[in-house]
């Protein structure tokens, strides 16, 4: 565990070839990055800190460039946004061979980083695995040390200077109107982007859409929602509720026993095989579940572990609790530049009226820590802003089972977009462009955006198994 789990994302193309010309003249270079077999181009330019006062100072901004695999075939790139706020660009760079692989055979794709993430100056606090063992008070202890220890301009690292970040991105490297991909917060960012620079977008894909509505903190029903879910189809499993008949009562009761106060465990440390003892807190088992459900394949073991737990065995949920700073993306998160975002334009937003409403236990601890967080950061408010209509072809998809952007927050996004076409995925949580045959339709419709996309093949995606025993899924 780390201080993360205290806070448990126009003018026709160019070519590429004359994209390279423009490339040339920045800093670039041939670069290998993590996900990728193939040599990329690794981008360095500079952006203004403050945009309304492009003097006042600059900022360096990392892009990287996947060459379209024809050369001068169409100009039209893909842009991609990661997640978070936070997550940057080249930490999604697997999505080439995993979502982009067809899309990139006539089309350049480019990650950029975000301000204040991965390559671009990544404002973060540092991550030891003894965090793994603190207490929620040291832990809190630790990222309010982290952020005193900060100077950066806080105001700075806004959604709105991230847009206007990828204009310059644009200009810089001499493409016309893009096509922008973006996942979770880069979903918020994206419809940003339109709106400040409509001309400069040519399509949009939305992957787990964020609705301008949408206030971060406040997703306690949304998780609520995915729990109850996955609940209800382990109780519609034979084998699952054979083996689990009483798994809400088990999950109920745990939360009510750790909401008493933390539980000290004695096991044996999965990663080691030496004696390990930690604290469970509230705060860590319910953001674990809430990260679990994230993914439908994840969430199906989720019986499993509760049940486990409930029986006093919390290896396995411990070692699962692990695997989000071992092999997940919450390690990749730029924990400062992600408080900077959401202290600046959710808080402000985060009303006693919508807290009240959210009704759920997954996220609530969060939801209620955060605002004193801020406090701290004194990180300036941005004005909401009504939203305006999009124009150009978007393509929104959503996973039925998604705990933090469900469909209803893109149905609600739809409504300020002029052509959107809405694909809900039933076996699908958060993130879907890289499942089945979603690879193709991403191809189809950038091919043809104005066209209408048949997306039944995503209807094909099977149903996970659920976790019965130690040795994994059930045949």
């Not at 390279?20 to 996900?35: F, I, K, Q, S, V």
Request: proline letters at 7%; a positive charge; aromatic letters at 6%.
């Amino acid at each position: 565990m780390n201080t993360r789990s205290f806070l448990p994302a126009a003018l026709w193309l160019m070519a590429s070839t004359a994209t390279a010309a423009a490339t040339a003249a920045a800093d670039t270079r041939n670069c290998h990055l993590p996900g990728a077999t193939d040599t990329l181009r690794c981008v360095t330019l500079d952006v203004p800190l403050d945009h309304a006062q492009p003097r006042a100072g600059s900022l360096k901004l990392h892009v990287t460039v996947a060459p379209a695999h024809r050369d001068g075939v169409i100009g039209d790139p893909l842009f991609v946004l990661a997640g978070g706020p936070g997550e940057a660009g080249s930490d999604v760079v697997p999505l080439l061979s995993l979502a982009f692989n067809r899309v990139r055979a006539t089309r350049d794709i480019v990650f950029i980083d975000q301000r204040g993430t991965g390559l671009s100056g990544k404002l973060d606090c540092k991550s030891t695995p003894e965090y793994e063992h603190m207490s929620q008070e040291q832990l809190e202890a630790e990222l309010r040390a982290c952020i005193g220890a900060h100077k950066a301009p806080w105001g700075a690292y806004t959604t709105d200077a991230a847009a206007r970040d990828i204009e310059v991105v644009r200009r810089k490297l001499g493409y016309g109107a893009v096509n922008v991909w973006g996942g979770s917060y880069g979903t918020r960012l994206a419809q940003a982007y339109a709106r400040l620079y409509p001309a400069s977008v040519r399509s949009l894909v939305l992957d787990g859409v964020a609705a301008p509505d949408q206030v971060i903190p406040a997703g306690a029903r949304d998780a609520q929602a995915a729990l109850d879910k996955t609940f209800a189809l382990c109780a519609k499993d034979a084998a699952c509720n054979k083996a689990f008949p009483n798994v809400r009562a088990e999950f109920d009761g745990l939360t009510a026993k750790l909401a008493a106060g933390p539980i000290r465990l004695s096991l044996t440390n999965p990663r080691t095989a030496q004696p390990l003892t930690l604290s469970m807190s509230s705060e860590r088992f319910l953001g674990t579940v809430h990260s679990i459900l994230y993914s439908p394949a994840d969430a199906r073991r989720l019986p499993y572990l509760i049940h486990n737990a409930a029986q006093g065995r919390w290896q396995p949920f411990v070692a699962r609790q692990n695997m989000a700073s071992d092999y997940g993306v919450q390690g990749n998160i730029a924990m400062l530049m992600h408080l900077a975002v959401v202290c600046a334009e959710d808080i402000p937003r985060l009303t006693p009226e919508l807290r009240a409403a959210d009704a759920g236990q997954l996220t609530k601890t969060l939801a209620d820590k955060i605002p004193a967080i801020c406090q701290q950061m004194k990180v300036p408010a941005v004005a909401a802003r009504a939203p305006t209509q999009i124009t150009v072809p978007a393509l929104l998809l959503s996973g039925a089972l998604d705990p933090v952007t469900p469909p209803h927050r893109a149905a609600s996004a739809a409504k300020y977009m002029a052509r959107a076409q809405h694909v809900v995925v039933a076996n699908a949580g958060h993130g879907v462009s890289q499942l089945g045959c979603a690879p193709r339709l991403l191809r189809a419709f950038l091919d043809k955006p104005q066209a209408a996309l048949d997306a039944k093949c995503l209807n094909d995606i099977p149903a996970p198994t659920f976790q019965l025993g130690s040795a994994g899924p059930q045949p």
